[in-house]
């Protein structure tokens, strides 16, 4: 299996990419891992990139420990912007990845809830909106509460309890709002699986704000999950085909921008040209794709939010509300200021910036399913700096930072003081009152 | 390595913190140098220096290996291991011990990161000025034995400058304390001085009294372009000789401007030779005379352009150039190999046309960028580990460089150190008597070769290359 691990490794990963990094260090003091662990070097980027050479090169055997090292990273990418060498992280770690799951045999635990989430869930929409109407069911009729009585989480990891508690309510039809500007704008909505079952309402209300703004847009039938997934998670090929269809779906000279809700997917949306680079088919279509990628606070502040919120009087009420970056976001799309401008601007906000608040969370996508000890840890240090600052709001741009900064929350028993949002709702609900039509 | 060293050493400092996974060991293989890598057989966190004193101990009885570490940023591989042995960290140790604003030190644990101190003291109205690129990452301890530099050096000096009293574990596990918090004190030999720079080939140090200054509160940057090397070196020697000693004075060639150019896309103009950064700290109506005197002094000297930055936000801007020189250059090509030839300032110009020529007669890519203020340059190889042909006559390339700077009356190394790259050169400098005195001092200290073996002195020295007079 050595020599097999070895070969795949010489396959998968490019060893350009890895001799982009030059050791000096620098990524260490952004890297939660590191962090989290008494400073091990084998929980760094720096660590883990001397890994992947030293598997590839048959310098180390792959073993536990090597497994353990990349398994442990969250791919939250905030090594990247602290690079001076502009190492490729996020390929490097997911190659990797790729690597591995093309030798290694999964392990029970995580081969179920692998299979689940990626044969299941993530590979066609329809089954998202089937476990979402049972959920919808399920908490429709009160059972969420018997449910929880009786215990039948028990048989859960603990993890997911924690997850289960802080799962939103079903969604309720929105007001739209009446329209204040004239953006001369045609967008196309990159709805995103779990944005588009589990946050519809979200969904509904980044419609409506956008239409606010007078921006056309357009939502494609037959959206597929953007595979950022499976991407994360070494299952890339597996997701390929997610990719495909969504560029040729999306490839139409209709629209100036493919707007998304989701730090997650809006990163790896951007990433599209990266993975179809050498597929000659796609190549064109892809870059065209990523180039149209937009996030949401990004295309609200083009097409005039701030100058319309300026118009606003302000509250005589303020809610201290902060915002959590996402590091997708933040590490790779570089989208940090938007948001916070945003906020700043409301009428009813006064805006308190989070101490630290651009490391991971460490929700990463699902890996606070798979590695719950870590993300629990990281989780713990992310509410401490929230409890210091006490705010009334937090703010996030992704629904697992939304999910994970709930369940932080929750853990901590803060219901009753502090609640997070996806800033697309709080936007909407902050201004609903002035631009609800009557 | 043996069982019993192994269990003798776990007892000690404790399982939790001993670490001796395959992933581990080879994540303490290697530091920021290009080309070194070996693995060490264990690598421990100790809490105090009492459990390093017993490690020693244990090492000296079995004559195992030790490599104090901080946070692998070295550039010459002094924290390599050489033969395996045992990698001690200071995660565990990183405490500020005592803080004494009335004799103005501060005592800390070696662990604490460089800049986190800086943080701290400023906090306080208090500067440390050491202030080596990697200070974010850098613990003190690295600093102290690896003597570190930095942008700041010109003006504030370097960190053995700060440096007033040390805790240090010998190898045979007795603990010496040296110097303190006075300011006068000459009793007996200066045993501070020699630990600081020793590269962790005498002794652990395990506790640092430094010396404290007040913090300037006033800084004005400014940034200079001209179309000759020689300009710019006339500048530099000028502003010194008019007694301005400015707290920066940063030098770009024209490679390393190419190169951030093309790498940020700033409007620098690429057909210049050189840039300087130029900035003054102290009181504001010196600051502004001391600054408005160096632009002057560029111009006079032929500066095509130069420009005084308005406040902190427009001082960033146009530092960025300066700041970004590294990541630009390395964007380039795979491997990078960072040097410090140094010179006095006086042969800056020399010495720069002097690596120019080098890397033609050679055909190797050398871009320099440094403290021009303090003769301290950066040549910076931009290379490709896998291409052996090149790498060869990179080597030799760096040999020539080293013995161009001490032809000028230079350094082999004016900020990174020895260590294991480039102790087959420390000879070159320091000569065979400077070379047998020190190894009579390591074998009085280390008499069984357990700390840090293979850094510093090379079992043979490099014949030395003889240069034409310059060609």
């Known amino acids: 299996m050595q020599q097999q691990m070895q070969q795949s490794f010489e396959t998968n990963v490019d060893e350009n990419l890895l001799l982009d990094c030059m050791r000096c260090g620098f990524c260490l003091p952004s890297c939660p891992t590191y962090l989290h662990t ?89 089954n998202m909106e089937h476990a979402v109407s049972l959920l919808h069911f399920y908490q429709k009729t009160g059972m969420q509460k018997a449910v929880r009585k009786i215990g039948f989480l028990n048989l859960f990891p603990k993890h997911l309890k924690t997850m289960e508690a802080s799962l939103p309510p079903v969604a309720k039809k929105i007001q739209p709002l009446k329209q204040v500007k004239t953006a001369a704008m045609k967008v196309a909505f990159f709805t995103g699986c779990l ?39 070494g299952e890339l090929k597996r997701g390929k085909q997610n990719l495909i269809l969504n560029v040729e779906l999306f490839d139409s000279d209709d629209y100036t921008y493919i707007v998304n809700n989701a730090g997650g997917c809006g990163a790896f949306l951007k990433e599209y040209e990266k993975h179809l680079h050498s597929d000659e088919r796609y190549r064109e279509k892809a870059i065209r794709f990523s180039k149209k990628t937009i996030d949401i606070s990004s295309l609200l502040v083009k097409a005039g939010l701030l100058d319309y919120l300026a118009t ?13 970056d996402s590091c997708h976001l933040r590490n790779v799309n570089k989208v940090f200021n938007e948001p916070r401008m945003i906020l700043q601007a409301l009428p009813n906000v006064h805006f308190k910036e989070l101490q630290n608040a651009h490391t991971c969370c460490g929700s990463a996508g699902i890996y606070n399913l798979l590695q719950p000890a870590l993300a629990g840890d990281i989780l713990d240090a992310k509410m401490a700096t929230i409890k210091a600052l006490q705010p009334t709001v937090i703010v996030t741009a992704n629904p697992g930072c939304l999910l994970q900064i709930q369940a932080g929350i929750h853990k901590a028993k803060l219901e009753v003081s502090m609640r997070a949002t996806h800033i697309v709702d709080f936007i909407y609900n902050s201004i609903a009152k002035y631009s609800k039509i009557s | 390595m043996n069982k019993t060293v192994i269990e ?24 920021a140098t290009a080309n070194f890598q070996r693995l060490p057989d264990l690598v421990i966190s100790p809490g105090n220096a ?10 000296s009885e079995y004559k195992i290996s030790i490599i104090p570490r901080g946070s692998g940023t070295n550039l010459a591989a002094g924290t390599v291991p050489y033969e395996g042995g045992i990698v001690i960290l200071f995660n565990r140790m990183d405490q500020i011990l005592n803080f004494d604003k009335e004799n103005l030190t501060i005592t800390v644990q070696p662990g604490i990161i460089s800049e986190n101190l800086c943080t701290f003291v400023e906090s306080h109205g208090l500067f440390y000025p050491p202030d080596p690129s990697s200070m974010r990452i850098s613990t003190i301890g690295g600093n102290v034995s690896e003597n570190s530099g930095g942008l700041r050096g010109l003006k504030y000096g370097v960190t053995k400058d700060y440096v007033k009293g040390l805790q240090v574990v010998l190898p045979n596990g007795d603990i010496l304390e040296t110097g303190g918090k006075l300011a006068k004190d000459v009793a007996g030999y200066d045993l501070t001085s020699l630990f600081v720079g020793a590269e962790g080939t005498l002794g652990v140090v395990t506790a640092i009294t430094l010396k404290l200054i007040p913090l300037p509160q006033y800084k004005m940057t400014s940034i200079a372009y001209f179309e000759s090397l020689e300009d710019a070196a006339r500048t530099v020697s000028s502003i010194i000789a008019n007694k301005i000693i400015p707290v920066t004075l940063e030098f770009l060639d024209k490679k390393t401007i190419i190169a951030v150019e093309q790498y940020m896309r700033i409007g620098l103009s690429t057909d210049v030779e050189a840039m300087l950064l130029l900035e003054q700290d102290g009181e504001m109506y010196q600051v502004e005379q001391d600054v408005n005197e160096m632009v002057r002094i560029a111009k006079d000297n032929g500066a095509l352009f130069t420009q005084i930055a308005k406040d902190a936000q427009e001082a960033e801007q146009i530092k960025i150039a300066r700041r970004v020189a590294l990541s630009a250059l390395a964007k380039l090509k795979p491997t990078v190999i960072l040097e410090d ?7 800056l110009a020399k010495m720069v046309m002097s690596i120019n020529d080098i890397s033609e007669k050679y055909m190797v890519n050398i871009a320099t960028f440094g403290h021009a203020g303090d003769g301290n340059l950066h040549p910076t190889c931009l290379t490709d580990l896998r291409d052996e042909d090149e790498m060869q006559r990179v080597e030799a390339a760096f040999e020539e460089i080293f013995e161009a700077a001490l032809t000028l009356g230079g350094t082999i190394t004016g900020e990174h150190g020895v260590g294991e790259m480039k102790a087959p050169y420390l000879e070159w400098k320091i000569g065979p008597v400077g070379i047998t005195v020190m190894k009579n001092i390591k074998q009085a200290f280390d008499p069984n070769n357990i700390m840090n073996p293979g850094k510093v002195f090379a079992k043979e020295t490099k014949k030395r290359v003889v240069v034409d007079g310059g060609n």
């Open chain 2, 341 to 347: 030839a140094t010179v006095p300032r006086s042969e």
């Open chain 2, 8 to 31: 003798k050493i776990t007892h000690i400092v404790g399982e939790k913190y001993v670490k001796s996974s395959t992933a581990q060991l080879l994540a303490y293989s290697y530091d």
């Open chain 1, 38 to 126: 008494e400073q091990d070097e084998a929980q760094s980027p720096r660590g883990r990139i001397a890994l992947m050479k030293a598997v590839r090169d048959g310098i180390v055997p792959f073993d536990a420990s090597v497994e353990k090292s990349f398994d442990l990273c969250l791919g939250c990418r905030a090594c990247e912007p602290a690079c001076p060498a502009g190492v490729q992280y996020g390929a490097l770690i997911e190659q990797t990845r790729e690597a591995v799951q093309e030798v290694k045999h999964s392990s029970f635990l995580e081969k179920t809830t692998r299979t689940i989430v990626f044969n299941n869930l993530f590979v066609k929409q329809k």
């Open chain 1, 195 to 233: 944005m588009d079952t589990l946050y519809k309402e979200t969904n509904d209300k980044t419609v409506s704000l956008l239409q606010m703004l007078g921006v056309d847009v357009i939502i494609p039938d037959n959206q597929n999950c953007c595979g950022a997934l499976h991407g994360h998670s």
């Open chain 1, 312 to 324: 606003l009087p302000q509250q005589a009420n303020q809610t201290l509300v902060t915002y959590q």
């Open chain 2, 50 to 59: 009492e459990e390093i004193a017993e490690v020693l101990k244990v090492c």
